[in-house]
């Protein structure tokens, strides 16, 4: 089929360009105005939640630090005038707080006369009455946090400065407790600058615009209040706008004021971070549209071949099955009316082939049943003469074990013989209702011996609460016997024979498995046909009976083997009212 001619293909071809651009074209839209606000709310959203995490972590270090100015006044250490006991009482304060790093204690005048550790020997009677945060406390009576202060050490530290008042509620002397900023483990895990995004960040300010927290260290300590967003904090404001930062870039902040401490907590990321998902969403989106014009022609072509191949190969098959050749199938390509059609089209190949395999089968059976009646009728008689002819002999002084081997074989033909007479002309059923456990347990009392002799060990496992089971007893217990028997001469070198009974929906279920040594693959199919059996000595007879006798009871035989692990014989027959014998 020349398919660049075809009408249909161009049809098919230009309706799905259409679409596809359409659709692009759509997208394009689409993202445009949705993946930047969608961004945008996103980082918002992180910004926020950053902020107010750092805010709780920053609120909850303030109220354990103004814990401080209670225990420091009531400390015994700090009311004496001895600076061995103000030593303890600092070293004492620094090992239980995680917070504080360095203390000393001045007198009110603000010199220094106690310290802790020993580095800060050198501040001894150093004048530190001009520091703010000694002046506000020496003032207010009150502990104060200080903003960020840079002390002689060249560290940058945050100062609670707490009087210590005497029994005329004047202040005797200062505490003041360092936190340094930048060595504090504890500290800077908690108020840490966290990343947002590639290039976001966050940092806090003191109540005068002086950097606390940074991602770079560098930056601690410096002024920033020139900063918009910073402006607001020392305002006391809160919120979330897009500012520019000290460095001129535009920034989406989140910033949030501690009352407490009079901070402010700012997380930022750059508003060119949020087309970056567009961009790349717009670049992959061009690459998708090219490689789609060129995959699409190519599907095309392959789709306007795909509609007439298996019509032209249906019809080969079609021919091939006129001239004989009955294995050749259709290919079931899909689910489309062609695919539907093929599939029947198999469907009846494999009913054509059934029905002559029916018909086979029952060719043989008839031939079966006239020779297995003829022979049975010429051979009964005399049989039965035989039998007690050598019983007789027996009893003299011959060699008993000639006469043994005659009387088995005899016995095998005899037999053979019963299941030529039921092929040729089975017995009239009497069906009654009966219980598959004392059946199959009548069945074992039966084969038990020969489940001995073959160190066969039974497991049973039948369910007594079973229904009855509308069937002909004796022709039952024969299929029993037919399959266990086998099952037992499966396993010469014994194993072990598993027998099961139970009610599946609206049937009883009886599996009988073996541990022998299984069936191949490729004589299953031939299963229960006559003549034919696994066993070097066996007619085929016996399994062929057990078949018919299941199916004349409505039921089904199913057989499962693995060469070399087992047999499991499965039969299912149905739980119904009385039928028709």
Partial sequence: MNWIRSRIFWKIYIINLVVIFALLALMFMIARMSLPQITKEQYRHMTDKTVLRMKEQIVQIAEDLNKFEQYVQDDPHFRVNDAKQWSKGLEHIIKISPYIDSATILDSNGYVKGFYPKDLRHLLNYDLSKREYFQQALQTKKAYFSDVVSADTGRYLLVISVPVLNEQNEVERVVNLSMRIEQNNLFRSIVRSFQIGEHGYTFIVDRNGNIISHPSKKRIGDNVAENAVVQKLLRGQSGYEEVVNTEGVAMLASY??????????????????????????????????????????????????????????????????????????????????????????????????????????????????????GVAHEIRNPLTSLKGFIQLLKEGERNQTYFDIIEAELERLNEIVDEFLLLGKPHPTKKAYSRVSEMLQHVMKLLEGQALLHHVTVQYFVDEQLPLLYCDENQLKQVFINIIKNAIEAMPNGGILRIEAKQRLDSILICITDEGCGIPKERMAKLGEPFYS????????????????????????????????????????????????
């Fill in 256 to 373: 949030a004021y501690i009352p407490i401490l009079q901070w402010g907590v700012v997380a930022q990321v750059p508003v060119s971070e949020i087309y970056k998902p567009y961009v790349l969403f717009e670049k992959a989106l061009w690459f998708a549209s090219i490689a789609a014009f060129f995959i699409l022609s190519l599907l095309t072509a392959l789709y306007a071949h795909q509609i007439v191949h298996p019509i032209r190969r249906l019809c080969d098959v079609a021919e091939a099955v006129a001239k004989g050749k009955k294995h050749v199938r259709a290919d079931e390509t899909d689910r489309t009316e062609i695919g539907i059609l093929a599939k029947r089209f198999n469907y009846m190949i494999d009913s054509i082939q059934q029905s002559e395999e029916l018909l086979r089968k029952s060719e043989k059976l008839a031939v079966v049943g006239e020779l297995a009646a």
């Fill in 534 to 581: 696994t066993k070097e000595k066996g007619t085929g007879l016996g399994l062929m009976v057990s078949f018919k006798i299941v199916e004349a009871h409505g039921g089904k035989m199913k057989i499962h083997s693995e060469e070399g692990k087992g047999t499991t014989v499965c039969l299912i027959f149905p739980i119904s009212s009385k039928q028709e014998d």
